[in-house]
């Protein structure tokens, strides 16, 4: 008994909060599911009615946007707080003086909610009173950056304030990944007369694998839920030109009184979500056990 | 590219390298001027008077420096019908946030033991089953998660915030103390076995002890997030349980009444302080997380 | 209370004790979070505890009450809902019909409000027969605000048709004055439409098009000129509008920036707490064309047990259409009483203007509900218009795609 015990505890250990990931996520996906196939309105209704909820979806110009919006947006935001984390984090690691100050500026915008920040940046960005007003009056009148006013660019605008957020907490992991590189290696590399960009590219950076790892998902997670920032900066405007499938699911449901619209976008959305994530975590996890 | 060899030779102080280390420097000087460009817009409009705002242009230096817009938002400014500020909700959040911290770091750092030590059949299954777990859109389980509430009887109630969070939270907890663990050899765990140690013997004396640096990330992460959680702050909450960001929300985001940004930006900054606070204070330790001497990536 | 031990031992110090007492209790939901909102529902408060009432406050602000939506569905789908909410327009007779409002015919028949108000308020206030809401104030949307001093330097009258709007602004332009101060976010761009609607098209056109939904109207020519003239607009304003807060226009008005502002009666509060006098720094008229454009904010009770709430609830429907309130609530809150027999002497000239506009156009037949503050329409709908609307403006959309698209939209909202 004893022995079955030791050897089904970690099991036993797991199993609470597999089980309350199961119902919490999974469950929750399959009421969603559900509830996409039904004309659920103001409050969820359960009467199967087809799939009218995915055809008023893709016949909505608006929710092409938001999808088109989740690419350029996932992707750039992705992409640049991953490298400019990565390029802070080496900077940071060549025995700064005021190492410590730098990191906590660096940092300190993951501690504050968007509600808010989300106004600073709009101003920020506003042509009429943030840089661009700032620049013209030192003297430079033909310069300009109407972003957050331009529905073609508006988006790139949010991923300017997102990268702002998130690329500190980027460059604390991979700075601590970097610190924990072994330095005896990297002191037999130099004794060997490797370049210092080899030892980064070849030896530091690929140790790193774990890391890359955990801010993906951190930054894919960030991505994918960006709605107070989009909020708070644009509303979604110009127009809707910076919906995301996030600001659109919550319109649906909770400003329109429209759930089983908002059901079957938050599907589709999760379909995105699991072509992208799972093949990457599969490679991922393989790499590490095999 | 030169300069990088400093971090592991003694410098060599010539003339390129001297101006390579300007170069750095103002690099990152330039970045942190990026970085704190929002802080300065908030910290000077709320030094403002809002007579100024009105007039003045948002984005410059207050000609008068007043503290008054602090004042008001943390004790006098309304957020409903009560005028108290931002005070009554701060010990709402803390009794929602310092619990589900708690809760879901221990079961992560559990299940982290576990997924990476203890590998059984169908282990990566699970973790990967947690770890998409992370992605599924909060505005998705609002409902399904109020409708549960209402059955397990936490509705509108601080525990019940407390239960969504640690949910919700494990997915994450789990993913860094795994990806933590999993760095340790396989073989101290084999060893300790083999002298007769059990499963929680072993956590609580080999793997807990090394766990400090990663438990510091999990913690800032965990609080920063849920601290500054609003979705299921405002839904599953009531009068009297509500955290101190649907206060913030209430005082920032008025329809049709007057603005009072100098109030809304230090009402904003007001309850940012305790995230800010672990930020500064534990930022140290935080990257000192992943970088704990027995870890080798 | 049905809660868990461990529940109990964490809220034990938050939530009295529930002793069952007849003494009317209520839990508000409402979005009315700052300043003069704030201070106006705390008038209600105060009534309510006079009457011996307990008044728990839930407040929730953010996106014109989505936010507190979102809480009350998450309230009502636990079994938790609040005693009374904040609720307005057709969503009080969607709640209705998902069966959670209470019935307060009882306290309306024995208060007469039949005969206090207009007969198009009374009918949001209506579900199916039975009276299910109590109706707080009356705000007027069609207003158009004006700098006083930069009409007169540039020798411009309030504009009475669309056409000389559009020539007061031209000679504005010519000046080098912004024309028309706006923000460029979704509402405030319906809000703008609407009004446009309204003075080309007329009450008929309104409502066939934004209370009907009649498909030929909303694809008529006369659509097409609704959205020519929204394009004209979008050449009055300056090139920074998007995303701006509605009260950074109104500034723009109050610094001379701009002339004129097309928004709500709130403007009117941002104005005053300036310290500016109305008809001397600010002028405030109806926009272009006949007819009133109504928005009327409501409480609704939800079904809940016990006696003490449901007092509550009556009582604080009683109150809520109560003479007192209604007079000093809306002095707070710029707009008008709902019913139609409170003294306006203390009122100012903005206000006269809205009160006797409202009762010539309830007998005329031009009162209409308002689109864009979801009075006339359910929200799939009027976000479904609304998403056309703000793509129009923010972009070249040629006005006879934008008709197409907005027919679309709608049958597909449907």
């Not at chain 1, 329109?256 to 996890?285: C, H, K, N, W």
């Not at chain 2, 169908?122 to 409708?147: D, E, T, W």
């Not at chain 3, 602000?61 to 904040?86: C, F, H, I, K």
Request: a negative charge; glycine letters at 8%.
């Amino acid at each position: 008994m004893t022995e079955w015990l030791e050897r089904h505890v970690p099991k036993m250990v797991l199993a609470p909060s597999f089980v309350a990931v199961l119902i919490f996520v999974y469950g929750f996906i399959i009421w969603t599911g559900w509830v996409s196939l039904t004309r659920s309105k103001l409050m969820p209704k359960y009467e199967i009615k087809g799939f009218i909820q995915y055809d008023r979806l893709f016949a909505s110009p608006r929710w092409d946007t938001a999808m088109d919006n989740l690419f350029i947006f996932g992707g750039l935001f992705i992409g640049i707080s991953l490298i400019l984390g990565l390029f802070l984090a080496i900077l940071l690691d060549q025995k700064i003086r005021a190492e410590g100050a730098l990191r906590t500026i660096y940092l300190y915008p993951m501690a504050l909610s968007m509600i808010v920040t989300g106004t600073a940046w709009k101003w920020i960005m506003n042509p009429g009173l943030g840089i661009e007003a700032t620049v013209r009056s030192w003297g430079f009148e033909s310069f300009t950056f109407n972003w957050i006013t331009d529905p073609n660019m508006a988006i790139y605008a949010v991923v300017i304030a997102a990268v702002w957020q998130a690329s500190g907490f980027v460059m604390a992991l991979f700075l601590a990944g970097l610190r924990s590189v072994d330095e005896e290696i990297i002191k037999a590399a130099q004794v060997d007369g490797i370049p210092t960009w080899r030892i980064y590219s070849a030896i530091i950076i690929p140790s790193m694998a774990p890391i890359f790892l955990s801010a993906f998902i951190v930054l894919a997670h960030l991505a994918i839920k960006s709605f107070d920032l989009v909020i708070a900066l644009t509303g979604g405007g110009p127009g809707y030109a910076t919906d995301l499938p996030a600001t659109y699911m919550y319109a649906m449901a909770f400003s329109r009184g429209d759930i089983g619209q908002a059901a079957s976008s938050a599907m589709v959305m999760m379909g995105v979500v699991f072509t992208i994530v799972v093949p990457y975590l599969y490679s991922e996890l393989r790499a590490k056990h095999d | 590219m030169t300069d990088f060899t400093q971090s592991y030779d003694a410098p060599r102080r010539n003339y390129s390298q001297l101006v390579l280390r300007w170069l750095l420097f103002s690099l990152l000087g330039l970045f942190a001027l990026f970085y704190l460009m929002p802080l300065f817009v908030m910290v000077t409009t709320s030094l403002k008077s809002l007579e100024e705002i009105r007039t003045g242009s948002l984005v410059a230096l207050p000609r008068e420096v007043t503290f008054d817009a602090w004042r008001t938002a943390w004790s006098e400014t309304c957020t409903g019908v009560k005028c108290e500020g931002l005070k009554p909700y701060f010990w709402n959040s803390v009794l929602m946030t310092v619990p589900a911290v708690f809760i879901a770091t221990l079961l992560g750092a559990v299940n982290g033991y576990v997924i990476a030590q203890w590998r059984f059949k169908g282990a990566n299954l699970i973790f990967s089953l947690m770890l998409f777990g992370c992605f599924i859109p909060f505005q998705v389980v609002l409902l399904p998660m109020a409708r549960s509430l209402g059955i397990l009887g936490l509705a509108g109630s601080i525990p019940g915030l407390i239960f969504v969070h640690v949910i919700y939270g494990i997915g994450f907890t789990t993913l860094f103390f795994r990806n933590y663990y999993v760095t340790i050899p396989s073989e101290l765990t084999k060893a300790a076995k083999v002298d007769g140690a059990g499963f929680f013997r072993i956590f609580w004396s080999i793997f807990l002890p090394l766990s400090l640096p990663i438990v510091v990330v999990t913690v800032i992460w965990q609080f920063t997030n849920i601290w500054n959680d609003f979705l299921f702050g405002v839904s599953f909450s009531q009068a009297g349980t509500q955290p101190v960001t649907v206060a913030l929300n209430n005082i920032v985001n008025s329809t049709t009444g007057v603005k009072e940004y100098n109030v809304d930006m230090a009402a904003a900054i007001i309850a940012a302080l305790p995230t800010l606070l672990v930020y500064v204070v534990a930022g140290k330790y935080f990257i000192r997380g992943l970088t704990a001497g027995s870890v080798k990536g | 209370m049905k809660k868990s031990v461990f529940a109990a031992a964490v809220v034990a110090s938050l939530v009295a004790s529930n002793v069952a007492k007849a003494e009317p209790q209520a839990e508000v939901l409402h979005w009315w979070t700052s300043g003069g909102e704030a201070k106006s529902v705390a008038v209600l408060q105060k009534e309510f505890a006079d009457n011996g009432g307990t008044w728990t406050d839930m407040p929730v602000a953010g996106g014109g009450g989505d936010a507190a939506m979102t809480a009350l569905r998450a309230r009502v789908l636990s079994g938790n809902a609040p005693t009374a909410v904040q609720l307005k327009g057709p969503a009080i007779a969607e709640w209705y019909e998902e069966g959670v409002l209470a019935d307060i015919s009882d306290v309306a028949e024995a208060q007469g409000w039949a005969d206090v108000l207009p007969a198009s308020i009374a009918g949001h206030m209506k579900c199916e027969g039975t009276w299910c809401a109590a109706p707080v104030n009356v705000h007027r949307i069609d207003w158009i605000w004006a700098n006083a001093d930069i009409l007169k330097a540039n020798d411009i009258a309030m504009p009475n048709t669309w056409a000389e709007f559009n020539a007061a602004a031209d000679k504005l332009m010519a000046a080098g004055v912004i024309p028309l101060a706006h923000g460029g976010q979704a509402w405030q761009d319906a809000t703008v439409f609407e009004a446009v609607a309204l003075g080309l098209g007329g009450a008929d056109f309104f409502q066939k098009a934004f209370v009907d939904l009649d498909m030929d109207t909303l694809k008529s020519d006369q659509m097409v000129e609704v959205f020519d003239q929204m394009r004209k607009l979008r050449g009055y304003v300056d090139g920074n509008f998007s995303g701006r807060d509605w009260n950074l226009a109104t500034a723009m008005v109050m610094n001379g920036e701009a002339a004129f502002q097309i928004m709500g009666d709130w403007a009117k509060g941002e104005f005053l707490a300036a310290g500016k006098v109305p008809g001397e720094d600010f002028l405030c008229v109806s926009t272009p064309g006949d007819g009133f454009l109504y928005s009327v904010d409501s409480f609704a009770m939800f079904n809940v047990d016990g006696d003490d709430k449901q007092n509550g609830q009556k009582l604080l429907a009683e109150l809520i259409v109560g003479k007192s309130f209604q007079k000093v609530f809306n002095l707070n809150k710029g707009s008008i009483p709902a019913r139609t027999d409170v003294a306006l002497d203390e009122f100012d000239s903005c206000a006269h203007t809205s009160a006797a506009d409202m009762a010539a156009s309830n007998t005329g037949g031009s009162l209409l509900p308002s689109y864009a503050h979801g009075m006339a329409l359910r929200g799939a709908q009027a976000g479904a218009i609304t998403d056309v609307v703000t793509a129009h403006f923010n972009s070249d959309m040629s006005s006879a795609e934008a008709v197409q698209m907005l027919a679309d939209a709608v049958a597909n909202s449907l």
